[in-house]
């Protein structure tokens, strides 16, 4: 009976912690629930839910419909109203304020891959070469296909483009009019270039005079996203070590003997690999 009570302790301090972790992390799932595809809140997913994982499925509908009623209830001439060409005035200058350059330098579009098909259809003309990291993201390669443009693959590597392959594309007579870069969680890949390399990068760019599009599409997104998750696994393992103090330990300490002990050291151990993972 102490084994069974035990046990469904156990059971229920995992359950809060699931339920903690889904709370933290509420979104909306695409799940298929008796043959039919239904939207539902991720907290109400169970096992055998079949989930729809797309692009776009991620967006926070109620974070992004809380904004668009704040900006119509501000501003709502500006935000109805045509406007400049270069974007909504207050987003470029929040923009602009973020990165230390004046408004009339920063231009709104509606997606980096519109950025970097204007700055193509500026730069480059039929045969000219560009260089791309391999793989790279398909709807620029296409992008640049369809301009007639000549690619110059350079791979990849762990922590990004692979400098000495680039040089040598280079020295070998190559003239690509820009070179097009992911250098923060790449696409497809998931790579971030290093310091190291983005300095040398910027030092190769610099001697053969080649213009760099970087593509940071997600940078700060993504590390939001980490931070979040991080955070929500954090509690998790709080309640769990909670959930193992309270049943196990316990009942270990209160027997005593080799099993209190073994208990303990084992309570230590995980308390200190708990430590190590913050």
Known sequence: FDNASVGSWEEFQAGNAIAALKARLALKAKAKRGGQWTSIAARELVPDDLIRVRLGDIVPADALRSCASRVLAEDPVGALS????????????????RYGVEPERVLVTNGSLQAATMLFDLLIGPGDPVVVESPSYDRTLLALRERDAKLVAVPLKD?????????????????????????????????????????????IARRHRLLIIEDDAYCVDILTQISAVTTALDRVGLKLLEGHVQGCVREAMVKGGAEGRMKTEELLEAVERFARMR
């Open 159 to 203: 922590d990004g483009v692979d400098v000495g392959a680039l040089e040598i594309a280079l020295e070998a007579g190559a003239r690509p009019s820009l070179a097009h870069l992911i250098p923060n969680f790449h696409n497809p890949t998931g790579a971030t270039l290093s310091l190291e390399r983005r300095r040398a990068v910027l030092e």
């Open 82 to 97: 045509y406007g400049a060409g270069s974007g909504y005035g207050p987003l470029r200058e929040w923009i602009a304020s």
